[in-house]
Each structure stands twice: as C-alpha cells, then as structure tokens.
C-alpha cells in the first residue's frame, strides 16, 4: 500500500502477471478439443459387450473412424450417486488414476437392465425412482428421476478420447497410415502440441503423445450453475462462449483481479446446479488440468475440458 492524496490511500495494483501463465488458447489440448464441433458423436455402444455385476454395469464403445476401443464403466452408489468412468479398453500402458481419494471404497447397488430395445438399452436399481437411458448410436447417458431427464452425458457429442500411441518414428509405416502420416508434418504436430509443447523457456515432452479426454453434459432445467473453485470470480459461474473457460489447476497466486476465470491456489472440481425442487453435481475426479465451458441455453449446458498429465 502506498501513500496517497492527503487524507487518504490508494492500494497498489498487486495483481498477477498473466504473461507467466498460459491462457485458454495457448493451451495445446484446449486447442486441439475445440476443433471438436457439437454434433453426432462418433462414438457407438457395443451392445453384445454388455455385462452385469453386483458392481457394475461394462460395455464397450467403439470410435467410428480410428476404431480404438474404450471400456466404460457405470455405477450407482448409495445416495443417488452415479459414476461414469471410461478408460481405453487395451492401453499401451495404463493410465494414471488419482488414489487415496476416499477413506474407504462406498457402497455400490446393483444395477439391472429394466427394458431393452433397437439401439436403446434402461438400467434401473433398487431405488426405480432413478433410471441411465444409455443410447447407442450416438453413445449417450441420460439420468432419468421418474420419468423427468435431469442430466445428459455427451448429448452434444463433444466425447474426445486420445488414445496412447507409439511416436512417430516408432511406428511402421503401412498403406493405411500413410495418408495419416501426411496430414502429421512437424508444423502440425508442434501447432498443436502433439508429441511435445513449449511456453516460455518450458519444454513439455510427452513421451505417449496426446492423453486429453473430455466430455460434455448437459443439465436440463436449471438456470444456473455454481461451483469449481478456486476462481475470484463471482458465486454463479458465467456463460464462457465469448471469454475464457474456467482453469482448475493447482497455482499458487497471492495477488489477483476480482472477476477472472484463472485459477488462485487450489480446485475443486464440483459443480452444482440448484432448483427449489433439486440440486444435481458433477464431480470430475481427476488431478490435472481441467478446463470447463460453460453455456447456459434453455438448458444449462456443462461442457467440461480435462487433460490427464503424461
């Protein structure tokens, strides 16, 4: 603080250096997701992979152009709590998984298929007041509560999964990937930040290529979300189609603007939606960067970024 006019005080502006920090478009798997435009996924459910537990529900669903197979995994847990988890069914090496996270493992209900047609399959537990319409082609899931939709996964069709893959200079050449080895010149691959990434003097080489995953949601009939902190910005998180997502990852920031979207110190990455009738949340268990788009329509529309570190 600094002296100022006689009789009073200005504060001195503290607030952070920016250029130290990337911004949305300088981060090489925000770029490259937003290529993705909202649409038809290219994901489709492999029904005949289905199988049932006491656990949980598995299948598979295949990507339509790459054909790479990714396992998703659904589970109900105690206190109207469902978990979505997909992973690649066959890695070149697993992936990180965050651990410690919970004191111990929760309590699953079984899940059941209550009603099962063409391209459409209805999983129901003990509580029927809750029901996952899990859609074929396009992969969707949609969270039912008795009969009324509350949330939708991937009803935009912004899926994206990069799979683990050998480097280029690794791989043998073969008539199929040589018209992909065409489109992968040098210039691409550093524009977008494929095999390595450079800001300021900071070289990241990523030794299994591009890992970034991330996924829509939608949540039908709320007006506004709230949630993911740490941000010095205000309690009911704004429509991002025209500025900058919201950043959820670890910096230590002291000094700060009021109302930005970057992130201070630590994040959470819960966010809640609330109506007199219902609050819904997504939690989005993952260590690494996250970026979150944020589109309120008639429908308050999630959509979230995410980036697993190599």
Request: glycine share 6%.
């Amino acid at each position: 603080m600094e002296a100022g006019t006689p009789g009073g005080v200005s504060v001195q502006d503290e607030a952070v250096d920016k250029s130290n920090f990337k911004k949305c478009n300088q981060i090489a798997f925000y770029r490259r997701q937003k290529l993705l435009r909202p649409g038809k996924s290219l994901y489709r459910v492999l029904f005949d992979s289905v199988t049932l537990s006491d656990e949980n529900v598995k299948f598979q669903i295949i990507h339509e152009e790459n054909k790479v197979l990714l396992q998703v995994e659904i589970y109900e847990i105690e206190g109207n709590i469902f978990r979505l988890k997909i992973d690649e069914a066959s890695p070149l090496k697993a992936r990180y998984k965050v651990p410690d996270v919970l004191i111990k493992e929760p309590t699953t209900q079984k899940l059941f298929i209550s009603h099962k047609e063409a391209g459409i399959l209805v999983l129901s537990s003990v509580n029927e007041n809750y029901k996952l319409r899990v859609t074929a082609n396009p992969f969707q899931v949609e969270l039912q509560s008795k009969g009324e939709t509350v949330m939708s996964v991937n009803s935009n069709g912004l899926l994206y999964f990069e799979h683990l893959q050998p480097p280029p200079s690794d791989r043998k050449p073969t008539a199929q990937n040589e018209e992909a080895a065409s489109d992968s010149s040098k210039e691409r691959q550093e524009d977008l930040g494929l095999w390595q990434e450079k800001f300021g003097s900071f070289l990241d080489i990523k030794a299994h290529g591009p890992t970034s995953v991330g996924i829509d949601f939608s949540l039908h009939g709320y007006d506004h979300v709230y949630g993911i902190p740490q941000h010095a910005e205000t309690l009911l998180l704004k429509n991002t189609s025209d500025g900058d997502a919201y950043r959820l990852y670890n910096l230590d920031i002291f000094g700060h603007k009021i109302h930005d979207k970057i992130g201070i110190y630590g994040s959470v990455p819960l966010l809640l939606a609330h109506k007199p009738n219902r609050t819904s949340g997504i939690f989005w268990l993952n260590s690494s960067e996250t970026l979150v788009d944020i589109s309120t329509k008639a429908v308050a529309e999630v959509r979230v970024i995410h980036f697993p570190q190599n």
